[in-house]
């Protein structure tokens, strides 16, 4: 029976993205992205390269997915933080990966599919300042780095203040969507 290398590339980037969401780079064991993959680990080595370089493509793999399933829209920065809160709230890994990458890879080499991502939206959002659509008084950067903080606020919160978040999931939304309405003056 032949082998179908997309399909076992596919499964052990489906059974790291879980490992990597749950325990980090650090703490992931490539043995069990394999066995839960059904896979050799040898072919983790063939396919990927070492373990950080797997992660490198389970990030990317997920940054792709959010670009294309989360809409950025510049003229509708509050729509842009709700989609993104529903993402987080539908794919908590998601968040988890990104949080790993920020806390373990703060000086590494930047993937270059992030960078594209944010020098897309940065664009974007300069592009909406000049036309008097969105405000100047911050830095597409900083308007950014809001925006995507806001819509990340609920899953980033202490178990302690978390246990006092509102249970309705639509509340939540609203919130986000409003601060972002408030902060560009929409």
């Given at each position: 029976?032949a082998r179908d290398?997309?399909?076992?590339k596919?499964?052990l980037?489906?059974?790291?993205?879980a490992e990597?969401a749950?325990?980090?780079?650090?703490?992931?064991?490539v043995d069990?992205i394999?066995r839960a993959?059904?896979a050799?680990?040898s072919?983790i080595?063939?396919y990927?390269?070492?373990?950080?370089?797997l992660f490198?493509?389970?990030?990317a793999?997920h940054?792709?997915a959010f670009?294309?399933?989360?809409?950025?829209?510049?003229t509708?920065?509050?729509g842009?933080?709700?989609?993104?809160?529903d993402?987080?709230e539908?794919?908590?890994?998601?968040?988890?990966?990104a949080?790993?990458y920020q806390?373990?890879?703060?000086?590494?080499?930047?993937l270059q599919?992030?960078?594209?991502s944010?020098?897309?939206?940065?664009?974007d959002?300069?592009r909406?300042q000049k036309?008097g659509?969105?405000?100047?008084r911050?830095?597409?950067?900083?308007?950014?780095?809001?925006v995507?903080s806001?819509?990340?606020s609920w899953?980033t919160?202490t178990?302690?203040?978390g246990?006092?978040?509102p249970?309705?999931?639509?509340?939540?939304r609203q919130?986000?969507?409003?601060?972002?309405?408030l902060?560009v003056g929409a």
């Amino acid at each position: 029976m032949a082998r179908d290398a997309e399909a076992t590339k596919k499964r052990l980037l489906d059974a790291a993205a879980a490992e990597f969401a749950e325990f980090g780079i650090a703490g992931a064991r490539v043995d069990r992205i394999a066995r839960a993959a059904k896979a050799n680990k040898s072919m983790i080595y063939a396919y990927f390269g070492d373990k950080g370089q797997l992660f490198d493509a389970v990030f990317a793999a997920h940054v792709v997915a959010f670009t294309e399933q989360v809409r950025f829209d510049a003229t509708d920065l509050p729509g842009y933080a709700g989609r993104s809160f529903d993402l987080y709230e539908d794919n908590p890994a998601t968040l988890r990966l990104a949080t790993w990458y920020q806390l373990e890879r703060p000086d590494g080499e930047p993937l270059q599919v992030v960078v594209a991502s944010n020098r897309s939206k940065l664009a974007d959002i300069e592009r909406a300042q000049k036309n008097g659509v969105l405000p100047t008084r911050f830095a597409p950067v900083e308007l950014l780095a809001v925006v995507r903080s806001v819509a990340m606020s609920w899953h980033t919160q202490t178990p302690e203040l978390g246990a006092s978040a509102p249970g309705d999931r639509a509340r939540r939304r609203q919130v986000v969507v409003e601060s972002v309405r408030l902060l560009v003056g929409a």
